[in-house]
């Protein structure tokens, strides 16, 4: 089975802290993906990468940033945490090829006093 | 561009009921369509996959059929569980390009009562 796990289930930051979110995938996917849920939005898509060191911005990117170094690893970053980033984050990862499904972490909630 | 409309919720049904949840889409080409399911508190789950016309997903007791001529992935179950409670997302993935990024719905509540 996939496995993509994450760091957090639940993580509380304060205003203007740096924050990392980190996801491992380990069935050696190409494509890895971070999502936010907030009520009502549904899910927006903020950054995907679809090999080491590449990455597209996705519909959300303002605030944020990505690292992927090791194909297995994705990390989003925010700079300066702010309260209107307190959401769901949800990591994702697919195969290059096929028929594109997504495997998705448990996701961190993330709170920002 | 690209998108995903599903029924809105909450939809409360009780144990053993008929369950249809509505998803249509608007896309170019030629997209693969899933549903996926959320539990409460945890990532979402795929639950089946269509990936061209007339195909049939099923899993679980859950199927979607795969309808171009109406541009539909409609989810039902012939009798659903308390443990079928969940949000439930339609989704379509975008072909071509060098990204396969998926378009979601905004996902229905599903509610079934004892």
């Known amino acids: 089975d996939v496995k993509v796990t994450q760091s957090s289930r639940y993580l509380v930051k304060r205003t203007g802290e740096k924050v990392f979110l980190e996801c491992v995938q380990d069935?050696?996917?190409?494509?890895m993906f971070w999502y936010r849920q907030d009520p009502g939005l549904g899910l927006r898509l903020i950054y995907f990468?679809?090999?080491?060191?590449?990455?597209e911005k996705g519909d959300i990117p303002e605030g944020y940033s990505v690292s992927r170094e090791k194909k297995e690893r994705f990390s989003l970053i925010l700079e300066s945490a702010s309260t209107n980033q307190t959401s769901m984050y949800l990591c994702?990862?697919?195969?290059?090829?096929?028929?594109?499904?997504?495997?998705f972490g448990p996701g961190t909630r993330l709170t920002v006093t | 561009g690209n998108s995903v409309t599903q029924m809105e919720g909450p939809v409360t049904l009780s144990e053993e009921a008929f369950l249809t949840i509505n998803c249509t889409y608007t896309?170019?080409?030629?997209?693969?369509l899933f549903w996926y399911v959320q539990y409460p508190g945890e990532g979402l789950q795929l639950l089946l996959k269509?990936?061209?016309?007339?195909d049939k997903g099923s899993n679980k007791g859950f199927e979607a059929t795969y309808r171009k001529e109406t541009t539909s992935f409609h989810l039902e179950k012939g009798s659903v569980q308390v443990s079928d409670s969940a949000v439930y997302f339609c989704?379509?993935?975008?072909?071509?390009?060098?990204?396969?990024?998926?378009?979601f719905g905004k996902g229905t509540l599903l509610t079934v009562n004892p």
């Open positions: 896309a170019t080409g030629y997209p693969s």
């Open positions: 990468s679809y090999d080491v060191k590449m990455k």
């Open positions: 994702a990862s697919s195969l290059w090829q096929g028929g594109y499904e997504q495997y």
């Open positions: 269509a990936t061209k016309a007339d």
């Open positions: 989704a379509l993935s975008r072909p071509g390009g060098s990204n396969y990024k998926l378009t």
């Open positions: 069935m050696d996917h190409e494509n």
